[in-house]
């Protein structure tokens, strides 16, 4: 079946340190892949997809590289925010098998000032 | 709408009870899915709707759960005889088609408490 394993948090930085949070995936088919963000008090949201070997996705300063042969899409971002304070979801659609998003278990990242 | 609208934002419930869960996708999308959020955990895939087609019930965790989408638009997820371990966030999101090729647009969620 499906699965995405990210790093377990939480992740402590301070501002202008730079972030990555690792993500795997195991799937049936070819999948897009997917990193979702979650503000305090607020709804899930896209920041970035990739939905083929070699994409790059990006968004606010946010990027991630799908890597068919390491199966992985790990999240960098170079000089992270007190406002980039969030949990971050690693997910993938596997095109091939279940259609539904499958999702990692989030990683809770906390940026001081 | 503008979004995808839950309600309620929270239910607490007696054990036992049944609970209804609403969920207005966003006008024109075809795909709809509900999600579980326990506390410190990922996202649990339960059903998937998408368009006319037979739903994909294969993340409903026990015969309790069900859902319906009427006339291609709001959707009721239902639980029956709720326990303490149905205490989750219960997402829903909905897309234009499937989630490989548009965004998924979530609702902020109901939270459940089952005392």
């Known amino acids: 079946g499906n699965s995405v394993t990210q790093m377990e948090g939480p992740v402590t930085l301070s501002e202008e340190a730079f972030l990555t949070i690792n993500c795997t995936y195991t799937?049936?088919?070819?999948?897009?892949l997917f990193w979702y963000v979650q503000y305090p008090g607020e709804g899930l949201q896209l920041l970035l997809k990739?939905?083929?070997?070699?994409d790059k996705g990006s968004n606010k300063g946010f990027e991630a590289t799908y890597r068919k042969e390491t199966t992985s899409f790990h999240l960098e971002k170079g000089s992270v925010q007190v406002s980039d304070s969030a949990v971050y979801f690693c997910a993938l659609s596997d095109r091939g098998g279940r259609r539904a998003l499958t999702f990692g278990s989030g990683t809770r990242l906390q940026v001081q000032p | 709408g503008a979004g995808v609208s839950q309600s309620p934002s929270n239910k607490v419930t007696e054990k036992g009870k049944d609970v209804e869960l609403r969920c207005d996708p966003i006008s024109g999308h075809t795909a709809l899915y509900w999600y579980r959020q326990s506390l410190g955990q990922g996202l649990e895939f339960l059903i998937y709707f998408q368009g006319n087609s037979a739903p994909d019930k294969s993340g409903l965790p026990s015969d309790r759960f069900s859902a319906e989408r009427t006339g291609g638009s709001v959707s009721t997820l239902t639980i029956q005889r709720t326990q303490q371990e149905d205490s989750a966030v219960y997402l829903c999101a909905s897309s234009l088609a499937q989630t490989g090729r548009t965004e998924a647009f979530f609702g902020q969620g109901t939270r459940l408490t089952v005392v």
């Open positions: 799937a049936t088919g070819y999948p897009s």
């Open positions: 990739a939905t083929k070997a070699d």
